[in-house]
């Protein structure tokens, strides 16, 4: 089965510390994975996807399919960086629209 | 505003009674996605459409129904509501058939609470 998976419901780090916001996922073919963010009072949007190997707003985020993982990186957090952050799996051909997502990390950057 | 636009922002109903909620996608997208949050839930693909056509389809309950439009519009259609359907259900389009493709572009979300 597709699944996603981001297991912290919640991470609550310093302005300045490294943040690391962790997904799995489970799928058997060839993933397409994205991390989606929503700031507040803002609505969802792309923030980075893997096959871009982009930095956007200083994050980063590397596949590994050894570990099955998509953990999304900055090295030092700002205050505006707290949101709700989702990951994502496009599971299936590029002509199909089932974009799987986990549960959301909440990252909370205080001052 | 150019965006994607839901309608109603929120709906309050009984049980047992049927809605639609409405989305129009931004100009120019083909593809729309329907998606359910429910509480402390993630968000649940329904159904995706492109270009008036069913695309891709997700846990979507028998109950539920959408359809695209020549317009584009979509709308989710959803009877014999239950208390668990309760929920804010997004939509989101996109210029592409998938989201490997393209971007996807989320509405505000239309909140519904089932009483």
């Known amino acids: 089965a597709q699944r996603v998976t981001q297991p912290e419901k919640l991470l609550s780090v310093f302005k300045g510390a490294p943040v690391e916001l962790k997904c799995n996922y489970s799928y058997s073919g060839s993933p397409e994975l994205f991390w989606y963010v929503q700031y507040s009072r803002q609505r969802l949007q792309l923030l980075l996807r893997?096959?871009s190997r982009e930095s956007i707003k200083g994050f980063t985020a590397d596949l590994n399919k050894g570990e099955t993982s998509f953990h999304l990186k900055k090295p030092f957090a700002q205050e505006e960086d707290s949101a709700m952050y989702y990951c994502?799996?496009?599971?299936?051909?590029?002509?199909?629209?089932?974009?799987?997502f986990g549960q959301g990390t909440t990252l909370q950057v205080k001052p | 505003d150019s965006g994607v636009t839901q309608t109603p922002k929120h709906l309050i109903t009984a049980t047992g009674q049927r809605v639609t909620l409405r989305c129009s996608p931004r100009?120019?997208?083909?593809?729309v996605y329907w998606y359910q949050q429910s509480l402390d839930q993630g968000l649940q693909f329904l159904i995706q459409y492109y270009n008036g056509e069913e695309r891709a389809k997700g846990n979507i309950l028998e109950r539920f129904s959408a359809q695209q439009f020549p317009d584009l519009h979509s709308e989710l259609n959803l009877s014999s509501l239950e208390l668990g359907d309760s929920a804010l259900y997004f939509c989101?389009?996109?210029?592409?058939?998938?989201?490997?493709?393209?971007?996807?572009?989320f509405g505000e979300g239309s909140r519904l609470t089932v009483l």
């Open positions: 100009s120019g997208d083909l593809s």
């Open positions: 893997h096959i």
């Open positions: 994502a799996l496009s599971a299936g051909s590029s002509n199909t629209g089932k974009l799987i």
């Open positions: 989101a389009s996109s210029v592409a058939r998938g989201p490997t493709t393209g971007e996807l572009f």
